[in-house]
């Protein structure tokens, strides 16, 4: 088992890891499962022969918990098995935050080229394009703080999707 991750890996807003193995992708789906099954008092999830989403068990739902996405792929060139691990938010708080960062930077860039335009014609219809395209960013760089105070309170959760991901393979490379 060989274990690659970049600094850039780490800083990303979706950390990610990649660990490379000689298991097969069938050997590595039913083992997940069964492994899954042994800590389900510690986490819950989805397994299939592509792609797995494993989280941790807690007693509140909040949007900051993380979710392990594990994708397997198969290297032709070298024989092995190649497991991608994404760290992230629930699809739906990942959607609403992408909502938010979409709809912030598109009124920012409508207000702050009304603003421009207005300059540049010397007119005096639209006062508020300033200070609205201010707002705007504000708003970006808030939706940006929560983004991050979400993954710092989950980094213990993300800790031991890790360390399950990389003990699942350890114990069957045991066997």
Known sequence: ????????????????????????????????????????????????????????????????????????????????????????PTSAVWTFFMFLNFIFGIMWMVSITIWLVEKQIKSHDFPWAFSFSIAMVVCLGLTFAAARIGKWQGKKQMQKLREFAEESIRSFEKN
């Open 1 to 88: 088992m060989k274990i690659e991750e970049t600094v850039l890996d780490q800083i990303r807003s979706r950390p990610r890891f990649k660990i490379i193995t000689e298991i097969s992708r069938e050997e590595y789906t039913a083992y997940l499962k069964r492994f899954l099954q042994e800590h389900a008092d510690e986490f819950q999830g989805n397994v299939n022969k592509e792609i797995s989403i494993i989280t941790v068990r807690t007693e509140q739902n909040n949007y900051w918990n993380p979710c392990l996405s594990l994708r397997t792929e198969t290297d032709p060139d070298e024989n092995k098995t190649v497991i991608r691990g994404v760290f992230g």
